[in-house]
C-alpha cells in the first residue's frame, strides 16, 4: 500500500531565488511536509539552494519545459511522482485522492486527474465517473498537472516527453498530450479520476492563443500521435470550432492550411 511519503512532486520553475512560491502552492500546509523535487531553468548567478530535508533542487541551464520534465523524471526517487507547475496551489486532500486511486487499481501505471481554475469551475469537460482506460479524446484533453505516474512504470518503458513540444520550443504546447500516448503505446496503463488535485490559473486574453498559432501547433501533435491520420483530428477540430463558433466558415481555407504548414514544419523539423 503506497504511503504518503511514497509520492514526489516534481515541479518545474524558472529563475527562482526563493521558496516563496512554494509557499503560494501549499496553503494548506507546510511545503517541507512534501517530497518535492524542483527544476529550476534558471542562469549561474541565479540559484535556487534547499536546506530542506524533503525539497531537492536541480538548478538547471538548459532551456524548455519537456526538459525540464525530463530532467525530473530522471532524478526522481520516489514510487509515485505528479508532475505540475509552479503557479499551481494544492488542495488540501490531494494526496489521499492519489493514494487512493493507485491503492485501489494496483494494475494501473497512471492517473489523470482534474483540476479547477480560481473560480472554483472545471476549465475543460471532464468525464463524470472513474475511466479504466482513456479514449484518444481524454489523452488529447490531457494538461500535465494532472497527470500523477508510478516512476518505475515511466522508467522501465523509457517513457519521456517529446521535446520538440512545449514552452521553448519551436510547437509551445501538445507535450503532455503526446507522452500519455506514447506511455499507452508502451503498454501503460493509464486512467482517469474525477478527484480535483489542484487549481490551475487561466490564462490571461493576451496569452491565448491565436486560432492560426492553435491550428498550426496542433497539426503537428495530430501528426505526431496519430501519423498519417492526422487530417482526419484537423478536420474533426474544424466542425468542432465551427459548431462552437470558435471561428467561422471565412477562416476554415486559411486554418486548413496552416495545418498542413504546421505538420510540414515538424516533418522538416524532425528530418534526420
Not at 486560432?211 to 482526419?232: H, N, P, T
Request: glycine fraction near 4%.
Amino acid at each position: 500500500m503506497y504511503q504518503k511519503s511514497d509520492i514526489q512532486i516534481l515541479i518545474a520553475t524558472m529563475n527562482r531565488t526563493s521558496f516563496d512560491f512554494l509557499k503560494a502552492m501549499f496553503l494548506f500546509s507546510d511545503f517541507s511536509n512534501f517530497n518535492l523535487l524542483v527544476i529550476n531553468q534558471t542562469t549561474p548567478d541565479k540559484l535556487l539552494q534547499s536546506d530542506f530535508e524533503n525539497v531537492e533542487v536541480i538548478n538547471s541551464f538548459d532551456k524548455g519545459l519537456s526538459k525540464s520534465r525530463n530532467l525530473a523524471l530522471q532524478m526522481a526517487s520516489k514510487d509515485l511522482v505528479i508532475l505540475t507547475d509552479d503557479d499551481v496551489v494544492f488542495q488540501s486532500s490531494f494526496e489521499n485522492f492519489v493514494l487512493n486511486a493507485f491503492n485501489s487499481n494496483p494494475s494501473h501505471d497512471g492517473f489523470r486527474f482534474q483540476y479547477e481554475n480560481e473560480n472554483g469551475n472545471f476549465p475543460k469537460k471532464y468525464p463524470k465517473r472513474f475511466l479504466s482506460k482513456l479514449s484518444d479524446f481524454e489523452i488529447l484533453n490531457s494538461s500535465s498537472v494532472e497527470l500523477v505516474f508510478k516512476k518505475d512504470s515511466i522508467k522501465s518503458k523509457g517513457v519521456l516527453f517529446d521535446e520538440n513540444f512545449g514552452l521553448g520550443s519551436t510547437f509551445y504546447m501538445g507535450e503532455e498530450a503526446i507522452f500519455v500516448s506514447d506511455a499507452i503505446k508502451k503498454g501503460l496503463n493509464i486512467g482517469f479520476v474525477p478527484k480535483t488535485i489542484l487549481i490551475h490559473p487561466d490564462l490571461s486574453t493576451g496569452e491565448k492563443t491565436s486560432s492560426s498559432e492553435l491550428y498550426f501547433v496542433q497539426s503537428a501533435v495530430f501528426y505526431r500521435i496519430f501519423g498519417k491520420m492526422y487530417l482526419f483530428w484537423v478536420a474533426l477540430k474544424l466542425f468542432f470550432d465551427l459548431k462552437q463558433s470558435k471561428i467561422n466558415f471565412t477562416q476554415v481555407y486559411y486554418l486548413f492550411n496552416q495545418a498542413l504548414k504546421g505538420k510540414k514544419a515538424y516533418v522538416n523539423a524532425t528530418k534526420l
